[in-house]
């Protein structure tokens, strides 16, 4: 464990974890606190951030870094994590900065709608959206790769899961930290991990599930994807910390995804805070598991590339 990841979880343990003991969810001061906050970290050398703001059949809203060098054979669509009712795109810049400049790849963090102003399946027809926009703007679905953290996490997955049954070509695969996959809160792991993880009190995801699901049926599996069917969807990276209340959340969807046939890289971390790859680049930590990140994209969009280039006749 580094100093730096030590600091990390007192940090977050002294000023994060007693909000989420209250039995009322304050999304305007959650939204404050993330706001004041918020650390850009400095834009990489010949890359550029854009905003984007469509009002299209398939609109993209969110920010955009891109590189002037050679054109990016590789885009991500990233989901920021926030349990749907708060952070934005600039509060995950340093997660998406650090996976688009180590894959290589051009990045687009979507400014999806939060709740309780948009709550469930606001935050999915926005990802279902954007991904759409991307393939309506010619982005090959074998280029791209689906990535997000927290409840970002499980929104890609919940993504996949929508696009495989509206039968859209699906990405080359999705890289999902720390995933919020069952907003019905049956995992273990709320229970053991409950004083473990320096962030969370095990029954604030409840609470937080109550903000974006409204009514709705928290096993819905576009809510909640851990209850959806596997098969069919592309390789996954799933990494996720030993200390997490949602470590079963990840657990349970690399169980499930890989006895559906799904290839699935899945890295348990020790001693690390929820969503700990948002603190790169100080967290050595965070540095290997944006790394390993990076390297799981470019296998995965090459191999999906190679695999449907059209073949080629020897005379």
Not at 27 to 55: F, I, M, Q, S
Not at 143 to 167: E, F, N, P, Y
Not at 194 to 201: C, E, Q, S
Not at 260 to 286: C, K
Request: charged share 20%; proline share 8%; aromatic share 10%.
């Amino acid at each position: 464990m580094s100093w730096q990841s030590a600091l990390a979880c007192w940090i977050v343990r002294r000023r994060l974890r007693p909000e989420t003991a209250k039995p009322v969810i304050d999304v305007a001061r959650a939204r404050a606190y993330a706001a004041r906050r918020v650390w850009t970290p400095k834009l990489p050398a010949g890359w550029h951030l854009t905003e984007r703001n469509d009002a299209n059949d398939f609109p993209l809203r969110g920010e955009w870094l891109t590189a002037d060098a050679e054109p990016r054979q590789t885009t991500i669509l990233y989901f920021h994590g926030g349990g749907y009712y708060f952070c934005s795109p600039r509060s995950h810049r340093s997660v998406v900065f650090a996976l688009a400049t180590q894959a290589n790849a051009r990045t687009f963090s979507l400014d999806y709608r939060l709740a309780p102003e948009h709550r469930f399946p606001c935050a999915l027809d926005d990802a279902v959206s954007a991904y759409r926009r991307l393939l309506a703007d010619g982005v090959p679905a074998q280029s791209i790769a689906i990535a997000g953290d927290s409840a970002g996490g499980g929104l890609a997955l919940a993504t996949l899961l929508a696009l495989r049954d509206g039968s859209y070509p699906l990405p080359a695969c999705a890289v999902l930290f720390s995933p919020w996959t069952d907003l019905a809160s049956t995992g273990g792991s709320l229970v053991t991990n409950d004083g473990r993880d320096p962030m969370f009190h095990g029954a604030a995801l409840a609470r937080a599930a109550k903000v974006y699901l409204g009514d709705a049926d928290p096993t819905n599996p576009y809510a909640s994807p851990l209850y959806g069917r596997f098969d069919d969807l592309p390789p996954l990276l799933i990494q996720v910390g030993d200390t997490e209340v949602l470590l079963d959340d990840a657990t349970r969807v690399a169980e499930k995804a890989r006895a559906a046939g799904v290839i699935v890289d899945f890295e348990i971390w020790p001693n690390v805070p929820h969503g700990f790859q948002l603190f790169a680049p100080f967290m050595p930590e965070a540095n290997r598991a944006v790394a390993r990140a990076a390297d799981f994209i470019r296998g995965a969009t090459a191999n999906a590339t190679a695999q449907r280039l059209p073949e080629i006749s020897i005379v």
